[in-house]
């Protein structure tokens, strides 16, 4: 098997920036700065007009744009350094992980997971789960951790947002030209590009096999929309969570078996599986199956599974859990059942949910069941999770069930930004130098103590315009292309005060995350936002699930208020939330809104990117903010959850601390009009937040606490034997039922 970059098609690059080639198909260039900036200093106008895809980009560039480059020595000076910055990155030995374990067999890890949030050129995200997995994947490359990824090629991606004039919310598709874009085709022996046939599915499903490079990490990428499919079969991968039911079992289906038959075929040899929540969770039936078609006994083959599984559930929210009734389990697997030794009753016990008996097949239950490690994804939701399933371990009290807790990180150099970097860079240089390699490290980030109040507020203010900016700009263009209402230009933020409190909101639409919370009482809110002296505005974004008429409900009343002349212009609505969108929010508001139902968030990662750049959180007391929160970071309430919809205290919390906190240090300005203790506030945000609630240290946890403890189970087929020393759990797991 082979990936091959069609060169062919670039001989318009001189051989002298070649280079740009290699570098536009792998991503790493996509969470370094000064890479992207070698796309954007050869044609700025292209670079924006692609959406920062190289790929793209290369393609459309005329050839004298690559002449003019390839002559100018400053363009030549940044070329070389980077390419030989890209190339000793891409050699393995110089990673933390072959530093740590220099003389260990190597350990691979399959990572799974229904979607990749890497970049906006490649949309195969919804949101905070698939950006986590992006984030998850470019750790392991910076630290060299053997890892390979395993997702879908949708089509259509997720769904493009358009919001009609009364507010509603219109999903658009846009498919993905993938022939221009940062992915590419993995081919056969044949030529041809790699089809695999998904074991023991009638009538027979295939997929086609892409990859994305990203750093030292492969994801290899599913695609049904083949002509080998069957015409009701071919949209499977053609986008995020289908609505349909069994159309959902089926992309569940065809990622979790074809996913581990891909890597089988690809000769893909790993030592443990780690799925990204449990739609991937079919995988272990596959593993299952391979050890007792090889012969190995039933009982060594189940336990073998187990021991090399690592399970990360995401969501305390029941609905978020997949559930397949019985009938429809039956249409799938019961020509597949029999080769797992299973009677089908016992095969259907695997997913049962004690809280819900007989409701059918749950997807966590059966992960949980089939896997022997498993976290949530902050210490509060590892407790929730212990609760939620201790049914499952019926001889254990909730505080010994076995689901323990890695608190999510984000990929700071993907989400810091490049400006806040800088100026952290002058004044960590000269002391931490290699701090890039290093910045999980508490201690070094105590240097952002020296930066001056003027600069750091400095910084903050020109991310500030640059967000309004691309407000501006992106309406200006949807008014070009005819699309734009008079009514909605103050809903879409074109009369956004840039001197004033601004206030960032931006998550999916769902109802427990109480998007509406502050619109509670309109008449306060009319005397926050258009105070006289201390002014406050309100910027959202988020997408509703399309199968979700609550969240669409609520984004729409939200878009209404934004139109309302009462409040002046000061709530707005930014639509089409993605990735790009994100990193403009994170940066530039002032402060980062999180009001979800206590206990129904599991992490949240987005207020640890806002938190890095400086932006306070104004959260809820759930999640990652309760290990975040220390009194001088920004602002934190207990929220309370008494009955469905009754919203009245928390509203009145957050008005509160608007008016009587949050705004009074915002708006304490001395003669340089520097706001100086909110400044401090910003040190301690980026100074308690980045090295915590990084994606460096989340991995390395993974590393030291799960992956190693494979080591005591023998591999099964296409798969190796973990090298890594480790403490292993003793004896059998606890009895489940």
């Known amino acids: 098997m082979k990936t091959e970059i069609p060169y062919d098609r670039f001989a318009h690059v001189p051989e002298r920036i070649f280079g740009l080639v290699d570098l536009a198909y792998n991503l790493w260039w996509s969470w370094h700065s000064s890479a992207s900036v070698l796309f954007k200093m050869l044609n700025r106008a292209e670079w924006k007009m692609s959406r920062h895809n190289p790929v793209r980009m290369l393609l459309d560039t005329p050839p004298r744009f690559f002449e003019r480059a390839a002559a100018n020595p400053e363009y030549l000076r940044r070329y070389d350094i980077i390419m030989h910055r890209f190339g000793e990155y891409m050699v393995p030995g110089t990673s933390w992980f072959a530093q740590h374990y220099p003389s260990r067999t190597p350990l691979t890890i399959a990572y799974l997971s229904s979607e990749f949030g890497l970049h906006h050129s490649l949309p195969f995200y919804a949101g905070g789960l698939g950006i986590l997995a992006g984030d998850h994947v470019k750790a392991s490359s910076d630290l060299g951790v053997p890892t390979v990824a395993v997702g879908f090629m949708y089509a259509e991606g997720y769904l493009h947002q358009h919001i009609e004039a009364d507010g509603w919310q219109k999903n658009v598709a846009e498919i993905l030209d993938r022939d221009a874009a940062p992915v590419l085709r993995v081919m056969g022996d044949d030529g041809k590009q790699l089809v695999v046939q998904v074991p023991l599915i009638d009538p027979p499903i ?4 892409w990859k994305v490079q990203v750093g030292r990490v492969p994801l290899y990428l599913l695609d049904t929309h083949i002509d080998e499919n069957l015409p009701e079969n071919r949209n499977i991968s053609h986008r995020l969570y289908l609505k349909e039911l069994e159309c959902r079992l089926r992309q569940e289906l065809v990622l979790g078996i074809g996913g581990r038959k891909v890597l089988h075929t690809l000769g893909v040899e790993y030592s443990a599986m780690h799925l990204n929540e449990g739609h991937s969770a079919f995988s272990l039936l596959e593993r299952l199956r391979e050890r007792l078609v090889a012969g190995m006994p039933p009982d060594e083959a189940r336990e073998q599974v187990r021991g090399t599984s690592v399970f990360t559930t995401h969501t305390p929210v029941p609905a978020a859990h997949d559930v397949f009734p019985e009938d429809l389990m039956a249409k799938y697997f019961r020509s597949y059942c029999p080769s797992l030794d299973l009677a ?40 929730v999770a212990r609760e939620m399933w201790q049914p499952l371990w019926p001889d254990l009290p909730p505080e010994e069930v076995p689901i323990d807790a890695v608190t999510n990180g984000v990929h700071v150099p993907t989400w810091l930004n490049h400006r806040i970097e800088a100026l952290i860079d002058r004044y960590m240089d000269p002391v931490y130098p290699n701090w890039r390699e290093d910045y999980d490290n508490p201690i070094i980030w105590e240097v952002v103590d020296e930066i001056p109040d003027e600069e750091l507020w400095r910084e903050h203010q020109w991310l500030k315009m640059k967000l309004f900016s691309r ?14 209402e008079p009514a909605n230009l103050a809903a879409e933020g074109l009369m956004l005060d840039t001197s004033a409190l601004t206030i960032g909101f931006a998550r999916r639409f769902a109802e427990y995350k109480r998007a509406d919370l502050i619109f509670e009482d309109l008449d306060r809110l009319d005397r926050i936002v258009n105070n006289r002296w ?11 699930h399309p199968a979700d008429d609550r969240g669409k409900r609520i984004l729409q009343k939200i878009y209404q208020y934004s139109q309302d002349p009462r409040f002046g212009g000061r709530i707005a609505f930014i639509e089409d939330y993605g990735e790009q969108v994100a990193r403009y ?3 530039g508001v002032d402060v980062w809104m999180n009001t979800p139902v206590p206990l129904m968030e599991a992490s949240g990662t987005s207020g640890m990117k806002a938190g890095m750049n400086g932006v306070l959180n104004l959260s809820v007391l ?11 970071n920004g602002w934190g309430f207990e929220g309370h959850a008494a009955s469905p919809g009754d919203n009245r205290a928390d509203a009145e919390t957050i008005y509160d601390l608007i008016e009587n906190e949050v705004a009074p240090l915002y708006y304490s300005r001395t003669m340089d009009d520097v706001p100086h203790k909110w400044v401090r506030m910003m040190r301690e945000s980026i100074k308690s937040i980045a090295p915590q609630y990084c994606s460096l240290r989340m991995l390395k946890e993974y590393v030291t606490r799960y992956y190693p403890s494979v080591c005591r189970y023998a ?6 034997l973990a090298g890594l020393e480790g403490v292993c759990p003793p004896g059998p797991a606890p009895r489940m039922r």
């Open 206 to 209: 295939y997929v086609a096999v």
């Open 344 to 383: 089908w009753d016992e095969f259907m016990a695997l997913g049962d949910d004690p809280h819900n008996p007989g409701a059918g097949f749950n997807m966590t239950a059966f992960a949980l069941r089939m896997s022997r490690f498993h976290n949530g994804v902050s210490k509060k939701h590892g407790e």
């Open 471 to 484: 407000i501006r700009d992106r309406k200006r263009r949807k008014w070009a292309g005819h699309q734009g």
């Open 534 to 544: 201390r002014p406050v505005q309100f910027i959202f974004a988020g997408k509703a």
């Open 585 to 587: 929010m994170v940066h």
């Open 622 to 632: 759930d999640g990652w903010w309760v290990e975040g929160y220390n009194g001088r």
């Open 715 to 720: 591999a099964g087929p296409g798969e190796q």
